[in-house]
């Protein structure tokens, strides 16, 4: 009988014979009672098996590691993995999360809980008028908290802290490489900004922000990085 064909390729076949799977004679060795399972010898089967599918890979894929270890060096904010977009001719890329903004009642109990009951590091209560909000950044090493208490009685975050007495998640900010043509493509793509112009936001940069009824119930800010 002719011998069972196989599509793997060289490679494939290697790696199936370093894992002890490569395609062979299926019949029981004749005349020898099967020996009952050792798992010390199962182990060593084991480890010698992963050594060598290792070799394989190794051999096959030379400097993968030190490949994949400069990829992720040399990774950018804006990572060109991400989508571009265009919006009057400019192009712009969305980059990383800057922070979660949390509407409080008492900035005063938000801030001691996260600095003495979570250890966080936190910064001093900074008013900013033109926002209507008194801000207490939490720094958190990959991003930040910003705790939001109403200042004056416009102040934007009212009618949440009215729906959400204990306080809650108010909304999330991401920062962008150009703020000026990410608003005029979101325009063109009818998501509603909530002011004409960008404005200046905590970190002295323009922000924006966008309707949460246009981005899946959730208020989304925009920043300049
Ligand atoms: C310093 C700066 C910085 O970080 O750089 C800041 O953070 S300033 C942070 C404060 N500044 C801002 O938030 C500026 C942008 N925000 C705004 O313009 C406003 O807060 C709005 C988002 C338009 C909401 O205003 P207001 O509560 O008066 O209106 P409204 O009650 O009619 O709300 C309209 C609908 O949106 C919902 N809604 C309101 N606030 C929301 C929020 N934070 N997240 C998700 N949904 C929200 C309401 O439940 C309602 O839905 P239903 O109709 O289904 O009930």
Request: glycine share 8%; with cysteine.
């Amino acid at each position: 009988m002719a011998p069972p064909t196989s599509h793997a390729s060289p490679t494939h076949l290697a790696l199936l014979a370093a894992c002890g799977s490569a395609p062979g004679p299926i019949a029981p060795p004749i005349g020898r009672a099967p020996l009952p399972p050792d798992p010390r010898r199962d182990f060593r089967g084991w480890i010698s098996k992963m050594a060598g599918l290792w070799k394989v890979v190794a051999a096959a894929a030379p400097g993968l590691l030190s490949r994949l270890l400069t990829q992720i060096s040399t990774a950018t904010p804006f990572s060109t993995s991400q989508l571009s977009h265009q919006g009057a001719g400019s192009v712009w890329n969305l980059g990383p999360l800057n922070h979660v903004a949390i509407a409080v009642p008492d900035l005063e109990k938000a801030k001691a809980f996260y600095k003495n009951v979570l250890g966080a590091q936190v910064s001093e209560a900074v008013p900013l008028p033109e926002h209507g909000v008194t801000v207490v950044f939490v720094n958190l090493g990959n991003t930040k908290m910003e705790l939001l208490q109403p200042l004056g009685p416009n102040s934007p975050i009212i009618g949440f802290l009215q729906k959400n007495k204990a306080g809650g998640i108010h909304h999330v900010c991401i920062e962008v490489d150009d703020i000026n043509a990410t608003m005029v493509d979101l325009k063109e793509k009818k998501i509603r900004t909530l002011s004409e112009k960008a404005t200046i936001g905590a970190h002295g940069k323009p922000v924006i922000f966008l309707h949460p009824k246009d981005c899946s119930g959730v208020l989304v800010e925009l920043e300049q990085a």
